[in-house]
């Protein structure tokens, strides 16, 4: 009931993933989840809209869910033997709505298990731009879905000229300071060396990078700013915080802001978000905006990147997954496939094991035909190709007098025509 939120919801995010499966043409592939609200639910939405959208054209070969918080390795030696499972070794395109322990867990047991056949990765946002480049063979495939951040200058600034000495408001401040310069402030720690403070300072040299989470985080306190401005506006004319949205209901007697009062303003907000769009709330509590990023995992200048490569947005119906430039397969030539049963040749059929699995079947008749799905039988006047891939009309040929095969077969009618006349002849005679 009081639950709002920034970020997208996941159900995009499934929508997301759906899109790359079609995308990239793959008809058979394996999903995996963890077992908590994100990955059953994620999972579970990827499921409706795939199955929604694409009816018997595409299949999953096999679902996998393992425990979370705490799995066991067990579960994960399950999931690889899952990939070696005769009807699923043609699935080379996997789906991982879970989180890092999930996927670092499933890769361990893959390369336990010595499965070395190539996959192509789709990853959830939770783990999707996370791993680095200690799974080459596994992971050099992946292609991700990650909400899209636009990050603040005006937050850069305002952390890297945070300093030890100028900022004491915050508590943790000190601990982090310690764990960024690997010093101690205090002489009670002899492991660490005590924190050159006048020559420390935080800037891009150490690492800093802006957490993709922050422009999240300042558009949640701009809601509540924007939120309890609006109440001020409506309830106290501008004027302050007065009596008549303040609230006293703890024992210490704190003046403060009931959520009941607040919520109705909380969805009511429109404000420019960090995006540069304006942010608002669904009757739900969940972002109006759904813009996710699509990152590849590429192999350059010697390490693994995680590089952006196009987009997908809610506000694009009709093409929402927009490419900005080429993923990129490491190591890997030829089509990206991952299907149940090749396509049949023609002059064959499929015969079906289940919706995605066939076999190719000869056609028996002479005069059959087939598009490498069914066969059909061409009519009287018609004859397969070649290639037993389409009707042909049967071309009718006709003797000249001059021809040889026209001569002999004229010779033998006028023999016989011949030997009927002598033989009447005869029989009249006598």
């Excluded at 990650?146 to 900022?167: A, C, G, R």
């Excluded at 205090?186 to 422009?215: E, H, M, R």
């Excluded at 929402?320 to 190591?331: G, S």
């Amino acid at each position: 009931e009081y639950f709002l939120r920034i970020p997208p919801p996941d159900n995009y995010q499934s929508a997301a993933l759906v899109d790359l499966i079609i995308y990239f043409n793959w008809t058979y592939i394996i999903t995996i989840n963890s077992g908590d609200t994100y990955g059953r639910d994620g999972i579970n939405r990827f499921n409706n809209i795939f199955n929604s959208r694409n009816g018997s054209k595409r299949c999953i070969a096999a679902r996998i869910e393992i425990s979370f918080p705490s799995p066991s390795e067990s579960e994960f030696d399950n999931a690889a033997a899952a990939f070696m499972d005769p009807l699923v070794v043609n699935a080379s395109a996997v789906v991982l709505f879970g989180h890092y322990i999930i996927a670092v867990g499933v890769l361990d047991a893959l390369k336990r298990h010595n499965v070395t056949r190539r996959l192509f990765w789709v990853g959830s946002d939770s783990w999707g731009d996370s791993l680095d480049g200690i799974y080459p063979n596994l992971v050099s495939n992946l292609v991700s879905v990650v909400p899209t951040t636009f990050p603040s200058k005006e937050f850069d600034h305002y952390f890297q000229s945070l300093h030890i000495s100028n900022h004491t408001s915050n508590p943790w401040f000190a601990e982090y300071w310690q764990a960024v310069f690997n010093c101690t402030l205090t002489t009670n720690n002899s492991n660490l060396i005590p924190c050159n403070v006048a020559n420390q300072s935080i800037s891009s040299k150490l690492g800093y990078v802006q957490d993709s989470y922050v422009p999240l985080t300042i558009d949640a306190v701009y809601a509540f700013a924007y939120a309890i401005r609006n109440l001020q506006m409506d309830k106290c004319n501008g004027s302050g915080l007065c009596k008549a949205i303040l609230s006293t209901g703890d024992p210490q007697s704190r003046l403060f802001i009931s959520g009941e009062m607040l919520k109705p303003y909380l969805f009511k907000v429109n404000f420019p978000s960090q995006s540069g769009s304006n942010f608002t709330f669904d009757k739900n509590g969940d972002s109006t905006i759904a813009l996710y990023t699509i990152k590849n995992l590429q192999f350059l200048n010697g390490s693994f990147m995680y590089v952006p490569v196009g987009t997908w947005s809610n506000a694009k119906v009709s093409s929402p997954l927009i490419f900005t430039q080429q993923v990129v397969w490491n190591n890997y030539q030829g089509s990206i496939v991952s299907q149940c049963s090749s396509p049949c040749q023609a002059g064959k059929y499929r015969l079906p094991s289940s919706p995605c699995c066939w076999k190719c079947v000869d056609c028996s008749g002479d005069k059959d035909y087939s598009d490498g799905i069914s066969c059909s039988q061409c009519g009287e006047s018609s004859a397969p190709n070649q290639f037993k891939n389409a009707c042909v009309p049967i071309q009718v040929s006709y003797y000249h007098i001059g021809d040889p095969g026209a001569i002999v077969i004229l010779s033998i009618a006028s023999l016989g025509i011949l030997v009927t006349i002598s033989v009447i002849v005869i029989f009249i005679a006598h």
